[in-house]
């Protein structure tokens, strides 16, 4: 298949989890024989970021402005076997309009970011990614979370199809490598600043670093403000690439995930960052959500806290009871939740879709030859 993707970016991982999961897919459906096209507009916060210049398997194609990128959109449209828009586009409603208009490919909206979608839309706040017919028009609305979400895309947003196409990792990027002494940690956050992960942030991070002044903790990220609420065992890197991301992984005793409160609230919203430690090897302390356990095993591939009493007894554990739970949660990854996978889910649930559209059309086209007939 040719695929056409208008995203966010893929060119630059900073700041964001759109460009590493669309690096590894795109990899991935490479890989199955196909080719991706990614449109994405050249915003001056991503481009003095940028880490990926060249989009192996497919083209990149950066852009200053919509009118600029429309000729070159239509042109890759016109035998785009599917083309998928996505959340946080910022020409998103004008790249759907395009889809629309090509006779060729399946449209698709993926929604990377659902939970802050349909937060936006139950606040009365305009999404600036979806026009104003909701996504009625798309042949299948894909969610990076599911559960609950899936109903509300139809109900809110009037999605006529549904499916969950979850987070995922490269296994041939993400894996076991040597410690870097410069990221050594009892434990590690790596997460761009966001006010609404701050109270989990606090109880999970903050507030076992206070009480175990022994213990190293590292933060890695972006967007910090000036009075974080620092101490003085905690240690900070401002931003680190993807391909830095399994050292540090590799040299943390125990990674934090901290999920938003919006995708918490929601559930069944594994964040990319859960695929990657545990495909490097380490040992992963959560939050709680709903749906947590479709994906990992507390207790057995995965750490629990609810309360800083809880995120200090993981911090406690044996050195082996951590690489068992290590292993365990590595194993099911690579099995369930790798970039390979996700490719073929796409290629199947695109393939249902285009086999559903074929026998409507099939239906109504009998009729008009049985009334030729007679």
């Known amino acids: 298949m040719k695929l056409v993707i208008f995203g966010l970016t893929i060119s630059s991982s900073w700041g964001n989890g759109h460009a590493t999961l669309w690096r590894g897919l795109s990899r991935a459906l490479a890989a199955r024989g196909h080719r991706t096209v990614f449109f994405e507009r050249d915003v001056p916060y991503y481009a003095a970021h940028r880490d990926l210049y060249e989009l192996p398997g497919g083209e990149l194609k950066v852009y200053p402005h919509w009118a600029v990128a429309l000729p070159e959109a239509r042109r890759a449209l016109a035998d785009a076997d599917a083309a998928i828009v996505t959340s946080y586009c910022p020409d998103g409603v004008a790249a759907a309009e395009a889809i629309f208009d090509a006779a060729a490919p399946l449209s698709v909206f993926y929604d990377l970011d659902t939970p802050v979608t349909l937060d936006a839309i139950e606040r009365g706040r305009r999404v600036d990614y979806i026009g104003p017919r909701g996504l009625a028009d798309f042949d299948l ?5 599911g559960g609950g ?7 809110s947003l009037g999605a006529r199809r549904v499916a969950a196409l979850y987070g995922s990792v490269d296994g041939d990027v993400y894996l076991p490598s040597a410690p870097a002494p410069r990221y050594a940690a009892d434990l590690s956050y790596i997460g761009t600043y966001a006010e609404d992960r701050q109270a989990a942030l606090d109880m999970l991070f903050l ?11 590292l933060i890695a990220g972006a967007q910090y403000p000036q009075d974080f609420p620092w101490s003085e065992n905690i240690y900070f890197v401002r931003h680190i ?19 938003r409160r919006a995708m918490a609230r929601m559930g069944y919203c594994p964040s990319g960052r859960l695929f990657e430690a545990a495909a490097c090897g380490t040992p992963i302390l959560s939050d709680a959500w709903e749906g947590l356990d479709d994906f990992f ?11 800083s009493e809880e995120a200090m007894d993981a911090l406690t554990m044996s050195d082996e009871e951590m690489k068992r739970i290590a292993a365990r949660a590595r194993a099911r990854v690579l099995e369930e ?13 695109l393939g249902d879709v285009r086999s559903q559209a074929r026998k409507a059309a099939s239906s109504k086209a009998a009729p008009r030859r049985l009334e030729a007939e007679s």
């Open 141 to 145: 609305v894909l969610s990076f979370t």
């Open 149 to 155: 979400a899936l109903d509300a895309l139809q109900t």
């Open 207 to 217: 507030e076992p670093a206070r009480r175990l002044p022994g213990f190293r903790f």
């Open 241 to 259: 690439a993807p391909p830095e991301h399994p050292a540090l992984y590799s040299s943390s005793r125990l990674t934090l995930n901290v999920t």
């Open 297 to 307: 095993a507390p207790g057995d591939e995965i750490l629990v806290a609810r309360s």
């Open 337 to 349: 939740h790798s970039a390979a996978r996700r490719a073929g889910q796409l290629e199947e649930l």
